[in-house]
């Protein structure tokens, strides 16, 4: 089983898109997968038309009190489940304080899955916190969405100082350039000359476009309405990107 987050402390920057889209690919190749949307604002259930809501609340499941297989749901594709969210996981913090090892709950959590899926995809919220501490604990891939702009690659650099500061493995970090617009000089530059400290870059960059917008309208992933345009072929190429990565460190 491979975990993946979708994570930035900055919000607006593709998370929830790339998980849902890289899920939605990763199924399609076969793979059974499952994404647990643990931003309380729910955007991940809401593209899979699952009400973002945990019966009882989020509490008793984080602490390890209830089952997490209960409350997973299927989704309209093949091979692809969904863990919603709930409004209660903006307390996740305080649930995590008072379990036996707070940094490591989440890692736990997942262990009995292992036999059910190969993929499974955190959507993260956008947070520097014990919850991202459980996250960086948890996966093996932490895939960062990267505007091309001065202040988003500053947000980058807080998070590999946080993992320098933690003794944590950088390598499991994937930077990539989201909601890239070519009109704009700074992105140009950007994107055309990557800072050197942003060695883990993936290769493919995923446009600004307002077809991944659409996906509210919608409610699907882009390759499902939108399966030739050139953001859908972009993802493909990012997934190619990071499943390869895997396979190099493996």
Not at 136 to 142: C, G, K, L, P, R
Not at 221 to 241: H, K, V
Request: aromatic letters at 10%; glycine letters at 4%; one cysteine or more.
């Amino acid at each position: 089983m491979k975990v993946i987050a979708t994570y930035n402390i900055k919000g607006g920057v593709g998370k929830t898109a790339t998980a849902v889209n890289l899920a939605w690919l990763a199924a399609r190749e076969g793979a059974p997968t499952l994404v647990w949307d643990l931003d309380p604002q729910g955007a991940a259930s809401y593209y899979f038309r699952i009400k973002p809501k945990i019966k009882g609340g989020g509490k008793r499941l984080v602490q390890g009190k209830r089952d997490l297989d209960d409350f997973i749901r299927g989704t309209d594709y093949e091979l692809l489940d969904l863990l919603p969210a709930d409004f209660s996981y903006r307390k996740m913090d305080l649930y995590l304080e008072h379990t036996k090892n707070p940094i490591s709950q989440l890692r736990k959590l997942l262990k009995p899955f292992k036999s059910e899926y190969y993929y499974v995809f955190l959507d993260c919220p956008p947070s520097i916190s014990l919850v991202s501490e459980n996250i960086f604990e948890a996966t093996d891939t932490v895939l960062v969405p990267t505007i091309p702009t001065t202040l988003s690659l500053r947000t980058y650099k807080q998070i590999q100082k946080f993992f320098r500061q933690h003794d944590l493995d950088a390598v499991k970090v994937l930077p990539f350039f989201s909601m890239v617009d070519r009109r704009k000089k700074m992105h140009r530059s950007i994107v055309d000359s990557p800072p050197d400290y942003m060695n883990n870059l993936l290769q493919a960059a995923i446009p600004y476009d307002s077809q991944v917008e659409r996906m509210g309208t919608t409610r699907t992933p882009l390759a499902e309405f939108a399966p030739n345009s050139r953001t859908a072929r972009c993802y493909e190429a990012l997934w190619e990107d990071i499943k390869q990565r895997i396979t190099d460190r493996d």
